[in-house]
């Protein structure tokens, strides 16, 4: 599904990826951990485009593309890796003079050209699979942080993308909202989707994940099944950021 291969990426002379690696199988959860700076958050944004490497390789199902610096990519090749994922950021980014079910709506009128009806309709249904049937007509500042998360979920999945990144889907929320949003991710884990998850939550990462991949200063130092990372790591880096974590 998807395959990454050294992928760089650097922001002016700092460098913040030093070529990453990176497999995941169709239906399989993957959770990238690691400190702050590592370039967790930067990796995700490469898979979906929101930053093109300098150098390496992306596979997306059958969309590939290869990096290579002072070589712009062709349009038609960014949208046709990008349409295939959806993206969910720490921050909602819903349109505040939208209803929930405006903003699950508009991306596919806009950009899949469904029909109003269409779109409502599935709009609708994804609302109820996020456990917000009842808000759909609510505004955003009527909705607690949880409740937005999860209207930001319904709108990344209204695009029918084969995977989706979530970019600490819940640092912006307190324990019982972040629940909520969790409970809804480990729902679509559950039903096969394919999923790349950023997260500071070493229990739900656990819990969720099916391969973990720990960076640090631009590089995976450590992976493996989720109960190899967390009970016998095999880098003293990794041993020390968890310890850190547990204090």
Known sequence: MIQASGLH?????QPVLKGVDLSLPK???LVIIGPSGSGKTTLLRCLNLLEVPDAGSLRLGDAELRFQEGIKLRGKDVRSLRK???????SFNLFPHM???N??????VTVQRKSRGDAER????LLDKVGLADRADFYPHKLSGGQQQRVAIARAMAMDPEVLLFDEPTSALDPELAAEVLKVIKQLAAEGMTM?????LMKFAADVADHVILMDEGVIIEEGAPRDVFSNPKSARTAQFLNILAE
Not at 9 to 13: I, L, N, R, Y
Not at 103 to 108: D, K, R
Not at 122 to 125: F, G, K, P, Q, Y
């Open 27 to 29: 239906g399989k959860v």
């Open 84 to 90: 295939r994922t959806g993206m969910v950021f720490q």
């Open 196 to 200: 790349v998850i950023v997260t500071h």
């Open 122 to 125: 599935r709009a609708r249904e």
């Open 99 to 101: 209803t929930a079910l």
């Open 9 to 13: 990426k650097a922001f002016g002379a």
């Open 103 to 108: 903003n699950v709506v508009e991306a596919q």
